[in-house]
Every structure is written in C-alpha cells, then in structure tokens.
C-alpha cells in the first residue's frame, strides 16, 4: 500500500550542496550538447548500459511489478522508500529518490540529442562546481561506465565541519540522459550500493515522442495508488545525496516519500 509524508522543505534544502548550471539548451533535440571545460580531469568514456537501464522499446509491455511514474518505471524492491521531489508553484515532480538499506540514489531524466549524450558536458560541470566550493571529485569506472565521487565541506546541525560524500553515474541513451545521484554507505561501498544499482539497471527511460530541447527534464507524475495518501511532518536523512546539478535553476522543493512494503 503506498503512503507520502510531506517532508519540511527548508531542511531539505540545506542538503542542496551541489549546484551547476544546466548547458544552453538549443530550440531543438537535434542540437548537441554544449561541454564544459573539463576542469583538469580526461573526458570521460562512453557509458554502458549493456547491464541497463533500458529505453521503452527495449523493454517489454508487462508492467507488473514495476512502479510507474511517466517518463520513469522503476522496478519494486521490497522495502523501498520512495520519494518524489514536487516544485511548488507548479506541482509537478521534478525527481524521484529510493531509500533502501540506510542508502539513497536520486533519479532524474533529462531530453537528449541524437547525435550525442550529454555526460561529459554536464560531468565537467559537476568537476567545476564541486571544487568552486571547496570540494574535490575522483574520477572513476562503475558498473554504467563512467562516475564521479564528490566530496564538499558542509557544516553539520551542530556546527561542526563535516564533509557531504555523493557518487555521480550518468547513462546517456536513445534521445534521453539519466542521471543518478547516490547517497549514504552506497556512495562509497560496493557491497552497500548493489542493490540500488541492480535498482538503477532496471529502471525503464520513457522518452516519449514529444519535441523537446536538450537537457529538459522528461515529465514525471505521482503513481496510482489505492490508498488515500497520509500527510505528516518528517525529517530529511542527513545522508541523503544532494539533488539536481544539472538544472538551470533550482525549483522550490516540496518532497513527498512513499513506503513500499
């Protein structure tokens, strides 16, 4: 049975410790996407989705068992937490986040040219925004190729210095880029990010048809439930991985959890 506990905004914006801008998106899906300066780091290589996630053609039609949310189906782990990030002027999710295990990943979906994936570019701005804010990011190879494992300076809730850990994975596919953020154990340790991962491999990318400008955000909606949803007040995780460098401007967030199983 699904439920959502409507989270205190303000909390989570203080986990909002990775900002970069989005690149120019052109009036077009035909048109490349613009790269950053690569920060002193190699380009990364092409990723790998040879384990996953697939786009809607590649999948079959039985739904069952997965959970859908337009754009996104993600398939049902017991035990899951999950979250939908709304923007609240207008309503409309703008993310999608599992809890699983005490760890985290963020999902988001973005429209992407033909003729190239948007990952270098937006990996490069993520180099950029990390170290303009103290941090540093390592270059590594994970199971969908290329990521990046951020390390930023925060100030924790009772003053004393810390530092926010977050492993960045981009999947560039047929005309979509999904960009998964994970947070928690699964951020640093193998073993603890398995089962996002396989999470992460089996999630279904629904580009739709619709004319859209590279780096535009895929539409996203609630899933059906049967149950009346339950409203109450509750506290961010202070693992949770740091939301959205890839947008041009932050929306205001109103996140909402659903618990599955």
């Known amino acids: 049975m699904f439920g959502r506990k409507k989270k205190n905004a303000e909390a989570v914006e203080e986990l909002e410790v990775v900002e970069t801008a989005a690149p120019e998106a052109e009036d077009t899906d035909e048109a490349p996407a613009e790269a950053a300066a690569t920060a002193g780091h190699a380009k990364p290589a092409k990723t790998d989705r040879s384990r996953g996630p697939l786009d809607a053609s590649e999948a079959s039609d039985d739904?069952?068992?997965?959970?859908?949310?337009?754009?996104?189906?993600?398939p049902i782990v017991q035990g899951m937490n999950l979250n939908l990030e709304v923007e609240q002027n207008s309503q409309q999710v703008v993310?999608?986040?599992?809890?699983l295990e005490g760890s985290r990943v963020q999902l988001q979906a973005f429209a992407a040219p033909k003729s190239e994936g948007l990952w270098e570019g937006i990996s490069s701005q993520i180099d950029q925004s990390v170290t303009a804010q103290g941090g540093r990011t390592d270059r590594r190879d994970g199971r969908f190729g290329p990521?990046?494992?951020?390390?930023?300076?925060?100030?924790?809730?009772?003053?004393?210095?810390g530092t926010m850990i977050a492993r960045f994975v981009g999947v560039d596919g047929p005309r979509w880029f999904l960009r998964a953020v994970f947070g928690g154990p699964a951020a640093i340790n193998e073993e603890a990010a398995q089962v996002l991962e396989d999470l992460v491999g089996g999630v279904i990318v629904d580009r739709g048809q619709t004319p859209m400008a590279p780096t535009e955000l895929l539409p996203l909606r609630m899933p059906q439930a049967d149950a009346e949803p339950v409203l109450a007040a509750d506290a961010p995780d202070a693992d949770a991985a740091p939301a959205d460098p890839s947008s041009e401007e932050r929306p205001e967030r109103g996140p909402e959890i659903t618990q599955i199983g």
């Not at 993310?95 to 809890?99: F, I, P, Q």
């Not at 990521?147 to 809730?157: D, F, Q, Y």
Request: net charge negative; glycine share 12%; hydrophobic share 45%.
């Open 63 to 74: 739904v069952e068992g997965m959970i859908d949310l337009g754009s996104l189906r993600l």
């Open 95 to 99: 993310s999608v986040a599992v809890e």
């Open 147 to 161: 990521e990046i494992l951020a390390r930023v300076p925060m100030e924790g809730p009772d003053g004393e210095a």
